[in-house]
């Protein structure tokens, strides 16, 4: 359960020539990359090339080879272009997923999905709000790493509420173009239909990403005191075993994300004036 609970604390020598070695391995990858550094230099910081190292077993081959491909998505998608105004509001208004104004007890970003909710709009605009919010996770911690809880909750899902083709692609995208981000996935009382689903999404999901997931359910005690020493229970949402009922006022909630996506354009026009000097 390492991965729950990180405490902070000051890094010891060994962890000290451990960092030398991966800024070793973070330049070489530089070079791999050749012209590709010019062209992206925001995204491909250490901290992103760092992530990539991390989830290919600190091979520089494969996390260049990966990285590669992200930049190729990149080209032909513009994630860092989305912004609120781009999504459709009738799905923000359902509220299937948001950002909310609470970071874990470890300081990381956490996100609420609620699939059981019936979606407003097409497949392609629930997956362009996903690519919009794993971009905001990437400017919200110095590292770009493992700083993301995952928050699912899973009352009234059906089969039909979570496409098995919309699923593979969410998928492919969190691991092979933001893999790293998620610390930790809590999936909270998912039902005994689940499990089937399931297992046929687990053939998907790389043995890195599946270690992380968590089910928890709140009506067990074990799962109550993982929730507990995660989180401030004032203000974790009810549905995960918290006593905060409010909700998100959607007004609120769209004002933060348009001062999100300020900061986030500052470094895309700072990424687009680094690449054409």
């Known amino acids: 359960m390492s991965y729950l609970l990180k405490s902070r604390r000051e890094p010891t020598l060994h ?46 081959v494969q996390a260049t080879k990966t990285l590669k491909e992200a930049v190729k998505w990149r080209r032909q998608y513009k994630p860092e272009m989305i912004r609120w105004e781009d999504l459709a509001q009738r799905e923000n208004e359902v509220k299937r997923a948001y950002i909310p104004d609470y970071l874990d007890k470890n300081g990381r970003t956490v996100f609420v999905a609620l699939p059981a909710v019936k979606s407003l709009t097409s497949g392609k605009e629930q997956v362009k709000q996903l690519v919009y919010n794993l971009e905001n996770f990437t400017m919200s911690s110095e590292s770009a790493q493992d700083n993301v809880v995952w928050v699912v909750d899973f009352r009234g899902w059906k089969l039909s509420s979570t496409p098995l083709a919309e699923t593979r692609q969410s998928l492919n995208i969190i691991q092979n173009y933001y893999p790293g981000l998620v610390a930790v996935a809590i999936l909270c009382n998912p039902p005994k239909i689940f499990e089937s689903f399931w297992k046929i999404v687990n053939y998907f999901i790389e043995p890195e990403m599946r270690e992380k997931v968590k089910f928890v359910y709140t009506n067990n005690s074990e799962s109550q005191r993982i929730m507990a020493d995660m989180f401030d229970l004032d203000k974790l949402e009810c549905a995960f075993g918290g006593r905060n009922t409010t ?14 996506d300020q900061v986030r354009g500052a470094s895309t026009n700072a990424n687009a004036n680094a690449s054409s000097s």
């Open 247 to 260: 909700g998100i006022d959607i007004v609120e909630y769209s004002e933060r994300m348009r001062k999100r």
């Open 15 to 60: 962890e000290h020539a451990a960092s030398e070695e991966q800024q070793a391995k973070i330049n070489e990858v530089r070079e791999l990359l050749g012209d590709l550094r010019t062209e992206m230099p925001v995204f491909l910081s250490d901290a992103t090339i760092r992530r990539f190292l991390r989830a290919r077993n600190w091979s520089t």
